[in-house]
């Protein structure tokens, strides 16, 4: 069964312009949550921008998450709180994305680990 889009906190979320968001897609956006232009968001995503503090749980720590422009976001992906995915990223399905991912990268796994670099077509 196919679910929709779930925005916690939509007042926080900025989305550009052509951005696609498939299924299933959900964000616990507190932190605040930045999607710039041209990205490409697969289903069955979790953006998470809060997490508890792990000695006193009733606090909740918020952190931002960025997705820069022309990112593409992989099915089944989650991406913590704090962390950038730089312009032209590409973050493979499955992967848990807990730090930065530098622009024109690609990284895969859990934790999501860069594999190569992206090849632009400069014409």
């Known amino acids: ?4 889009v779930h925005i916690i906190m939509g007042d926080r979320v900025k989305i550009g312009n052509h951005v ?3 299924y299933n897609f959900v ?3 507190r932190g605040g949550v930045i999607i710039e232009d041209d990205v490409s968001i697969a289903a069955n995503i979790q953006i998470l921008t809060n997490n508890h503090d792990e000695k006193q749980h009733r606090i909740l720590l918020c952190k931002p998450v960025v997705i820069k422009k022309n990112a593409w976001i992989g099915a089944g992906v989650t991406i913590l709180q704090g962390v950038t995915i730089g312009e ?3 973050v ?3 992967a848990v994305v807990t730090k930065d991912v530098p622009a ?3 990284v895969v796994g859990n934790p999501a680990r860069i594999v190569r670099k992206v090849e632009l077509d400069n014409k």
Do not use: E
Request: glycine share 10%; proline share 0%; with cysteine.
């Open 1 to 4: 069964m196919r679910q929709g």
């Open 20 to 22: 696609s968001v498939m």
């Open 27 to 29: 964000c616990m956006s």
């Open 88 to 90: 032209n990223a590409i």
């Open 92 to 94: 493979g399905a499955a």
């Open 104 to 106: 024109n990268t690609i």
